[in-house]
T-cell receptor, first 115, second 111 residues
Framework: DTEVTQTPKHLVMGMTNKKSLKCEQH?????MYWYKQKAKKPPELMFV???????INESVPSRFSPECPNSSLLNLHLHALQPEDSALYLC??????????????FGPGTRLLVL | QKEVEQNSGPLSVPEGAIASLNCTYS??????FFWYRQYSGKSPELIMS????GDKEDGRFTAQLNKASQYVSLLIRDSQPSDSATYLC???????????FGGGTRVLVKP
């Protein structure tokens, strides 16, 4: 089972709104990720949590605020976003199967539109 | 030079033919290599991973890795219209969790 779930699937928000994206996995993976993907571009890493601690922040603007309440859950809090933040937001989790390397699995994404 | 490079395509392939996708990377410390398939409007789906030089086969897919030449390729045999998608090459260094993605190759399989 390699299922990562994300809610909501779609989100429209104004520039003054506060909203949150949610990501969940119950596979026991110890690392979780947020990516942003614009049309016709590859995913762009935003944050990495490893063992519930923030290990990588790719110089993301403070209007994006990640949170990892427990090992299965990852949130991305959004505040005062700009229209250029409209994108597909992908969550991923990873593990290292025996004999293999760390492997990432993506959730279905949240398509965000900022008006 | 980008860290991971792919031809953006589109790579147009007749149904039933072999699609050959290439990816080059610049960091010799790279350890793990992945191919993800992404349909339009969907999220990336892992289809192959490879860590050692040589070939690795999984169904109609074969990944090939040549660390000396710093390239990894993906062959799709008996291509089907359902294989039409963007294929992302991703590379991971030995340490850390970060994946570096290539720009993706768009594949079109024509009936």
């Amino acid at each position: 089972d390699t299922e990562v779930t994300q809610t909501p699937k779609h989100l429209v928000m104004g520039m003054t709104n506060k909203k949150s994206l949610k990501c969940e996995q119950h596979m026991g993976h110890r690392a979780m990720y947020w990516y942003k993907q614009k049309a016709k571009k590859p995913p762009e890493l935003m944050f990495v949590y490893s063992y519930e601690k923030l290990s990588i922040n790719e110089s993301v603007p403070s209007r994006f605020s990640p949170e990892c309440p427990n090992s299965s859950l990852l949130n991305l809090h959004l505040h005062a976003l700009q229209p250029e933040d409209s994108a597909l937001y992908l969550c991923a989790s990873s593990h290292r199967p025996p004999g293999n390397q760390e492997t990432q699995y993506f959730g279905p994404g949240t398509r965000l539109l900022v008006l | 030079q980008k860290e991971v490079e792919q031809n953006s395509g589109p790579l147009s392939v007749p149904e039933g033919a072999i699609a050959s996708l290439n990816c080059t990377y610049s960091d010799r410390g790279s350890q793990s290599f992945f191919w993800y398939r992404q349909y339009s409007g969907k999220s990336p789906e892992l289809i192959m991973s490879i860590y050692s030089n040589g070939d690795k086969e999984d169904g109609r897919f074969t990944a090939q890795l040549n660390k000396a030449s710093q390239y990894v390729s993906l062959l799709i045999r008996d291509s089907q219209p359902s294989d039409s998608a963007t294929y992302l090459c991703a590379v991971k260094k030995a340490a850390g969790n970060k994946l570096t993605f290539g720009g993706g190759t768009r594949v079109l399989v024509k009936p």
